[in-house]
């Protein structure tokens, strides 16, 4: 048996009986190898048949039953789900790339030469699946011997590995992210010596590979590379504003250990990027404003729309945690302020804790974020402060006043409100009532 799963070892068994029928070679390669050497769960397999891909993948699929075979015949790829596993059948190929694309020229080659294009040694692993050989591992660049030893390294002169592909720079540093692998020196001063070749990638792909580290467990790790290559200064210059990556990266980490949310992880990289101007925050409306710029990098990194407005007002937060820091300063905690507080806050109360912990952690402040946020919940609940609406609706107040509609109506809701939160009346409507009506006496 090759692996522990049952399922994925029939399915590898299967595969390679018809492959003996068919008289082709196939084996399992990339990151499944890599994986299964790591003990990695995967829901991915990659199989190189040295021969017609497509033409296997389809065989393959009629005997499983699949009908839907998705193909790229540039590249003789084809693919297709079989018990929520994805499987991706290629001819075995030599690649011939030109100096301004990083789509290569492709011609059918045998294993080594297939081996030979892959993009670092971990995933040039390819284990045998033919009768003769079901199991035994290829191996030709050590591959096993860099898993051991943690170590992320180009099979080839790592500066024609990344010229030829520039987007291997930025997965190398995922890999070694998500992974928590060392690059290789000569790796390494490569992907700082070619980081300018990554112009000729799409943002997509960028985005891709940059998301792809901020999931990594410890985003850090990503993160320091890229800085230290210079990349992290190409594609994301806004955070440089204060020169403290360091305490920002270790606070990316601690969002990490608690949350999977990518947004909240990518929010919490940007958030220095907001802090210049944080004077929304002030605003009278329950939802935070979106600033400008981070409108700009979202855009610039073609995020989802749904993504990029959330990352956008998570990021708005961060400057607004900090604010609750102020509220009990030398143990004076002003209810005004908490009213006001959790007006802004709105909905976002939760996630304004949640983060209030990590700074507090992270900046070592001398406070009880626990407490506070404790009494702004009790607060919260007698008031409903974060769901703030006026007990006296404009029509009431039209109606009380006798003044017809217009911007003195708006005026008085205002004073109403003020009143409220300074605690000089309850949100409640007699309560408003009587105190519109002393208003208009005065």
């Known amino acids: ?97 030109d100096e301004n694309s990083r789509k290569p020229k492709v011609e059918r080659a045998n294993l080594k030469s297939d081996q030979l294009r892959r993009d670092f040694t971990i995933n040039a692993l390819a284990f045998g699946l033919n009768k003769e050989n079901f199991g035994k591992l290829y191996d030709p660049f050590e591959g096993e011997i860099d898993l051991n030893n943690k170590i992320i390294r180009t099979p080839l002169d790592p500066e024609i590995t990344f010229s030829e592909d520039p987007l291997r720079i930025l997965r190398a540093i995922r890999f070694a992210s998500q992974l928590n692998f060392k690059i290789e020196a000569k790796t390494f001063e490569a992907a700082t010596k070619m980081r300018e070749r990554l112009k000729i990638i799409s943002q997509e792909r960028i985005t891709d590979e940059f998301t792809k580290i901020l999931n990594s467990p410890k985003p850090s790790i990503g993160l320091k590379l ?29 969002v990490s250990t608690k949350s999977q949310k990518t947004e909240l992880r990518f929010a919490s990289l940007l958030y220095k990027t907001n802090w210049e101007n ?88 001398d406070f009880q974020t626990q407490t506070a946020f404790k009494r702004l919940k009790n607060l919260d609940q007698k008031e409903n402060l974060t769901d703030f609406n006026l007990a006296l609706d404009g029509l009431e107040i039209i109606k009380i006043s006798q003044i017809g509609q217009g911007p003195e109506i708006g005026k008085i809701k205002n004073s109403l409100e003020e009143a409220v939160l300074k605690g000089i009346v309850k949100n409640e409507n007699k309560p408003l009532e009587q105190y519109l009506l002393t208003l208009l006496k005065s």
Request: charged share 30%; net charge positive.
């Open 1 to 97: 048996m090759l692996v522990k799963d049952k399922n994925i070892n029939q399915i590898l068994e299967k595969i390679g009986k018809i492959a003996d029928s068919e008289k082709v070679e196939v084996y399992a390669v990339g990151g499944f190898a890599r994986d299964f050497l790591l003990n990695r769960k995967t829901k991915d397999i990659d199989f190189v048949v040295v021969g017609k891909g497509i033409k296997f993948a389809k065989k393959v699929a009629k005997i499983l039953g699949k009908k839907k075979v998705v193909t790229y015949e540039r590249f003789e790829t084809a693919m297709f789900v079989y018990k929520n596993l994805n499987l991706e059948f290629v001819s075995a190929r030599s690649e011939i790339y």
């Open 226 to 254: 890229l800085e230290e290559t210079g990349i992290l200064k190409m594609i994301l210059p806004e955070i440089f504003v204060w020169n403290e990556n360091e305490l920002l990266f270790e606070f990316v980490d601690e």
């Open 278 to 365: 944080p004077t929304h925050l002030e605003s009278n409306s329950r939802k935070v404003a979106y600033s400008t710029k981070l409108s700009k990098i979202c855009k610039r990194f073609k995020l989802p729309i749904n993504f990029g407005q959330e990352t956008e007002s998570l990021t708005s937060l961060l400057p607004l945690t900090l604010k609750v820091f102020e509220l009990d300063f030398e143990g004076k905690f002003n209810l005004e302020k908490q009213r006001r507080y959790l007006k802004i806050v709105g909905d976002f109360f939760d996630e304004v804790w949640f983060l209030g912990r990590i700074l507090q952690k992270i900046m070592k402040l």
